[in-house]
């Protein structure tokens, strides 16, 4: 039997009402949402349109500035490198996803930016104050996650958007493991938020968002077809067509829907306690063992535990824990700017749980690692 | 009963409009316009009601449009 606790990268399994949508929408949404005037294209645009409204609605966004993307890298390359199209500086965080950091050292690389890397302390106003230290009078923006992919620190994604604010640039705020375990709204300050669809949303792959608040214009990574005012050769300005170029995922939008109607029949509340607790049984089970557990004391965190057996190799504990029937990634999860910080540059394991584990399958990962860690020296 | 038919600058715009109207008890269809504007295609929303009426309801939402016509004939 297999057990799956990487949530973090992709949540498994999906809900029923997301497989039912997939089926649905293959067998019966045939059209090319926006395109033609028939029925069935009239059917899937009206039914793309309600997935739309209904992530709107979710983050307190306004239904043109949902953007549909195919993951959360592609939301979050759409917004740096549209955001930064002019040039400028842009400040990331110290544990960005690779998601973000490669995109800027690249427009750096090819001198179309220039960037800084704030740290991130285990106080929320020391991380606020690195923010601040490395503004320059052509910052443009700050990225960063709302909380880490790695340990799940929470940022204080809050103080730094009102600090973005403050000083008249724009905060895009990479939400990919706090969306739907937090409750996030484009009102906290956020101007651009980016989510994969995948995660804690329970949508497919091959799904993501782009929100944003409308006050920064985002040159389009793409231009093409959107299904109106062809004659004109200028891409459109007017959202969210501007950012959607080409044909739309419309199974997976669909779907995605039934993956936020999920959340919001269990609640993002009760969804992160469930997750919080099983975090909890399994950093509990594990005390009594040299296992090393990263996190500290003076921070928060989302559902995500990230672990080591001392002297032993990450890959090697996922690989017996795969045999033995768990489902966990090992590695440096695309994030070596966190383990740069860290220390961990040989990596991590992450036990990341969603609403479908149960305490039995915790306590059994934690016997399994308990029988691995036995037969090496210092556990 | 007078309909009113008004070309939208997208298709997200033209639902978008399409709920506030119905939730304002008016009768409307998102179509795409049955000729080519000067831009290109479009998509229309086709309203029972006076254009008045409806481009206060638009108005008051800040949703943009586009042309009116109160035939339901596209120019």
């Keep these: 039997m297999t057990i799956y606790f990487d949530n973090a990268a992709t949540t498994f399994p999906?809900?029923?009402g997301v497989i039912n949508s997939i089926f649905y929408s293959v067998k019966n949404l045939g059209g090319n949402a926006g395109r033609g005037g028939h029925i069935l294209t009239r059917k899937t645009s009206e039914a793309v349109f309600e997935s739309r409204q209904t992530a709107a609605d979710f983050f307190g966004a306004e239904v043109e500035n949902v953007i549909f993307t195919s993951n959360c890298t592609h939301a979050l390359n759409t917004a740096i490198q549209g955001i930064m199209s002019?040039?400028?500086?842009?400040i990331i965080s110290g544990i960005e996803h690779?998601?973000?950091?490669?995109?800027?050292f690249a427009m750096a690389q090819k001198k179309r930016c220039t960037f800084s890397i704030a740290e991130v302390s285990d106080s929320?106003?020391?991380t606020v104050k690195n923010f601040r230290s490395l503004v320059k009078s052509d910052t443009k923006a700050i990225v960063s996650?709302?909380?880490?992919?790695?340990?799940?620190?929470?940022?204080p994604y809050k103080k730094i958007g009102k600090l973005c604010q403050e000083l008249g640039i724009c905060y895009i705020a990479d939400g990919a493991q706090a969306c739907g375990v937090m409750d996030i709204k484009m009102s906290d300050g956020i101007n651009i938020l980016c989510t994969p669809g995948h995660k804690g949303l329970y949508g497919p792959a091959g799904t993501g968002l782009l929100i944003t608040d409308g006050k920064y214009h985002i040159n389009p990574l793409m231009q093409g077809g959107t299904g109106s005012s062809e004659f004109n050769l200028k891409q459109t300005e007017t959202l969210p067509e501007a950012l959607e170029s080409g044909t739309l995922n419309t199974t997976g939008i669909i779907a995605l829907k039934s993956g936020?109607?999920?959340v919001n029949s269990k609640s993002i509340d009760k969804i992160f306690k469930h997750e919080n607790n099983l975090c909890k049984k399994f950093i509990d089970g594990l005390s009594d063992t040299d296992t090393i557990i990263y996190r500290n004391s003076t921070s928060n965190y989302v559902p995500i535990v990230s672990f080591n057996i001392p002297d032993t190799n990450p890959e090697e504990v996922a690989q017996y824990l795969d045999s033995k029937?768990?489902?966990l990634r090992a590695g440096l999860h695309c994030s070596p700017l966190a383990h740069n910080s860290l220390g961990t540059t040989n990596g991590t394991i992450r036990f990341a749980p969603s609403i479908f584990n149960n305490a039995d399958q915790v306590e059994r990962l934690v016997k399994a690692i308990k029988k691995y860690g036995k037969n090496q020296k210092n556990y | 009963m007078s309909k009113t038919t008004v070309s939208m600058t997208s298709v997200t715009l033209a639902f978008k409009a399409k709920r506030i109207l119905e939730s304002k008890g008016f009768s409307c269809s998102v179509k795409k316009a049955p000729k080519i504007s000067v831009n290109g295609c479009t998509h229309i929303l086709e309203v029972s009601g006076t254009a008045s009426a409806v481009t206060a309801v638009l108005?008051?939402?800040n949703i943009k449009y586009g042309k009116i016509l109160r035939d339901g004939m596209f120019p």
């Design chain 1, 14 to 16: 999906k809900p029923s």
């Design chain 1, 86 to 90: 002019q040039g400028g500086h842009i």
């Design chain 1, 98 to 104: 690779n998601s973000s950091a490669r995109p800027v």
């Design chain 1, 124 to 126: 929320d106003e020391q």
């Design chain 1, 145 to 155: 996650v709302i909380a880490g992919n790695v340990t799940g620190q929470i940022l």
């Design chain 1, 260 to 262: 936020i109607d999920f």
């Design chain 1, 325 to 327: 029937g768990f489902c």
């Design chain 2, 59 to 61: 108005d008051s939402y």
